[in-house]
């Protein structure tokens, strides 16, 4: 991939990083999950994953 490429696909995942802690927040709001805990640490893994994902995408065209 390019440069821009990597840059693009490291703000896409960023994006669905962000999408997945606002997602949890709102639901939360409006409905009472039953076992919460499990919520948030299964969606604040998930978006960590993909900030991490993200971040490494950007921070590529550094190390060329």
């Avoid at 499990?38 to 998930?46: K, L, N, S």
């Amino acid at each position: 991939m390019t440069e821009q490429a990597d840059r693009e696909f490291g703000k896409w995942l960023m994006d669905i990083a962000k999408y997945v802690i606002t997602g949890i927040l709102i639901g939360s709001f409006f409905k009472s999950f039953d076992e919460p805990k499990w919520i948030y640490i299964i969606g604040g893994v998930t978006a960590l994953l993909f900030l991490i994902a993200g971040l490494l995408f950007l921070n590529n065209k550094k190390n060329k």
